[in-house]
C-alpha cells in the first residue's frame, strides 16, 4: 500500500470582508503577541541547562513550529484572496444582482424533505462555520445552491444518499 495521497484542489479564493477581518486578526495575534511569548519561553528553558531533557524547551520549539507553519499559510492565503462585498447592490459594472438568486455570501433559507427550515450563509472554504450555519461555497450543499432561485428544488448528494432541498428565500443581510 502506496503512502502517496493526490494533492487536493485549493479552496475557491473567495471570501467575505468578515471572513478577512477574522483571519487577518488571527495572522496579528499569533505573530504580535503568541509567538514572542514562546519565542521567551523557549529562551527562558533553553538557560536551564541541558535541552534533551528539559520538556518545556522540547514543546516549546514544536509550538513555534505550529505558529510558523500557521503563520505563512494565512499569509500566502491572504495575499491570492478575493474579498467579496456582498452588501454592495451593485458589481462593478453597475448591474444590479438578482436578489432572489444564490450567490457568494447570501444567506438561504431551505425546507429539508423533513419539513424544518433553516437558513445557512454560503461563504468561502476558509469561513465555513457548521455552528454558525455558514457553508463553504465549495462544499456540495454549497455548489447545488449556487445560482438557484427562490423555490428551485435543489437535490444534493450526501454521504448517506441524496436529498431534494427547496429554497424557501434569499436574503443579503443577516436574517432576523
Known amino acids: 500500500m502506496s503512502r502517496y495521497r493526490p ?8 471570501i467575505t470582508p468578515e471572513g478577512a477581518e477574522r483571519l487577518r486578526s488571527e495572522l496579528a495575534e499569533l505573530w504580535l503577541e503568541e509567538r514572542p511569548r514562546v519565542t521567551q519561553a523557549v529562551s527562558e528553558a533553553a538557560a536551564q ?3 534533551s531533557e528539559n520538556a518545556e524547551y522540547t514543546y516549546g520549539k514544536k509550538r513555534l513550529h505550529e505558529i510558523d507553519r ?8 491572504l495575499d491570492g484572496m478575493v474579498i467579496v462585498d456582498v452588501a454592495a447592490t451593485a458589481d462593478s459594472g453597475g448591474v444590479r444582482r ?20 433553516k437558513w445557512y450563509r454560503v461563504v468561502g472554504p476558509d469561513e ?22 427562490v423555490d428551485d428544488e435543489v437535490t444534493v448528494a450526501l454521504p448517506g444518499g441524496s436529498t431534494t432541498l ?4 434569499v436574503r443579503y443581510t443577516e436574517p432576523v
Open 128 to 149: 465555513f462555520d457548521m455552528a454558525a450555519h455558514y457553508i463553504s461555497m465549495d462544499s456540495p450543499l454549497g455548489r447545488s445552491l449556487l445560482g438557484k432561485r
Open 98 to 117: 438578482d436578489p432572489q438568486r444564490v450567490y457568494f455570501g447570501a444567506w438561504v433559507q431551505v425546507e429539508h424533505p423533513a419539513g424544518d427550515l
Open 49 to 51: 541547562g541541558d535541552r
Open 70 to 77: 500557521r503563520v505563512r499559510f494565512l499569509r500566502k492565503r
Open 166 to 169: 427547496i429554497i424557501i428565500d
Open 7 to 14: 494533492p487536493t484542489q485549493p479552496g475557491s479564493q473567495y
